[in-house]
């Protein structure tokens, strides 16, 4: 397997603009990649990714390289949900754990909530969180009430169950 990028290696090819969070060129690498010209594609996955020498990375990832000089141990979390805005005041290095409690709601979500569903057998609003289930409510509002509640005291982030917003 190939080595990784250094910070050495990566800030001689790259220039990062952490109020951006936008990676260009320093210098001209052929016809696809010219000095001053902004690196990385977004990907269908709502990521942008850099090829450095044949190798793709992600540019979350890369942020925290040059930032810090290594990568980070584990996860790389978006704290605003958007995948692409990779400021560095965005992005915090988290567990496994950690990312899956800054979930932002699902666009197919029909209760409006993460953690709250319609429970058909009940005729009953459900809270559901990490697959376990906190009861059934006759009012949706007594539903949320109590995800939230979870989700605070299980130590979610503050964005846990926000719909993404182009402006965070």
Known sequence: MDA????EQLKELLHYD????????KNTLGSRAKA???????????YIYIKIRQKLYRAHRLVW?????????????????LRDDN?????????????NRNQ???????SGHIGVGWDTEKNRWKVQ???VSYGRFKSKGDAV?????????LGFHENHGKRVTANG
Do not use: C, M, S
């Open 145 to 153: 009430a109590k995800a939230k509640k979870v989700y605070k005291e």
């Open 65 to 81: 390289l040059y930032t810090h000089g290594k990568f980070p141990e584990n996860h790389i979390d978006h704290i605003n949900g």
């Open 129 to 131: 969180i990490a697959r």
């Open 87 to 99: 400021r560095i005041i965005n992005l915090r290095a988290v567990t496994q754990t950690e990312n």
């Open 18 to 25: 952490p109020e951006t969070g936008v990676f260009k060129w």
């Open 36 to 46: 001053g010209d902004v690196a990385g594609t977004l990907n269908g996955n709502g």
């Open 104 to 110: 932002f709601i699902p666009t197919n979500n029909t």
């Open 4 to 7: 990784q990028i250094n910070q």
